[in-house]
């Protein structure tokens, strides 16, 4: 059989731009779609603006979103711009909120999870809730509506650690109830059904607050 890690699952998938000036890049990234290079597929949002930006001063990568998610992403096209978006990371002040479909129904309308994650370095890429070692991650959450067996939700992440969101969702002490296309911590359908759709920063030039929203294709 081929190796399916040496498919790349962006070939036929376009990167939207939602708002460009000199400084920055806003984008929307598929679902499938790698933010930067992995060990067997270079093709990701950092070689698509590699090449469209090749006159770009900065790293353009400021943060990343999960192979599976899609939504908005950062693009910083100078140097500049990129230190100062990443500060705003840093310090917690860039707002963002994403869109969830979740495999069941939820009980309450709103809460928060605090569940520290660390690698589970015995089966990657999977993270793991660990009061002894793991790095603080918080996670406030409400519900959009309920629709048969699913609930549709809002998550709005404190942190930004790797796979928070879809762990906070499916753990016995989070919301115990996983993202529907969850093929670590749930079941695999079309896709995970997990999307970054508003993001409010200030801007790193203008200094202006300024957000984005692009709504999910589910």
């Known amino acids: 059989d081929k190796n399916p890690m ?34 067997n597929i270079q093709d990701s949002v950092f070689l698509r603006m590699k090449q469209r930006y090749p006159k770009a001063t900065g790293p353009l990568i400021v943060h990343r979103l999960d192979m599976s998610t899609s939504g908005i992403m950062l693009i910083a096209k100078t140097k500049k711009a990129n230190k100062i978006l990443q500060e705003q990371f840093i310090n917690r002040t860039v707002y963002k909120r994403y ?19 660390r690698l589970d370095i015995n089966d990657r890429p999977r993270q793991l809730v660990c009061y002894e070692y793991g790095k603080t991650a918080e996670t406030k959450w409400e ?52 999307h970054a759709e508003f993001i409010e920063f200030k801007h790193p030039e203008t200094k202006e607050i300024i957000s984005f929203t692009i709504d999910a294709e589910f």
């Open 6 to 39: 040496l498919k790349n699952p962006a070939i036929g998938k376009e990167l939207t731009i939602l708002y460009e000036d000199d400084a920055l890049v806003v984008i929307n990234k598929p679902a499938e779609f790698l933010s930067v290079p992995g060990k």
């Open 99 to 117: 869109v969830a479909l979740l495999d069941g129904n939820l009980k309450t309308d709103t809460g928060m999870i605090n569940l520290p994650l």
């Open 143 to 194: 519900v959009i509506e309920r629709v048969k067996n699913q609930t549709l939700v809002y998550l709005y992440p404190k942190t930004g650690r790797t796979h928070q969101l879809r762990v906070h969702c499916s753990h016995l002490l989070g919301l115990n109830t996983p993202i529907i296309g969850d093929d670590l911590y749930g079941k695999k359908a079309n896709r995970l059904h997990l």
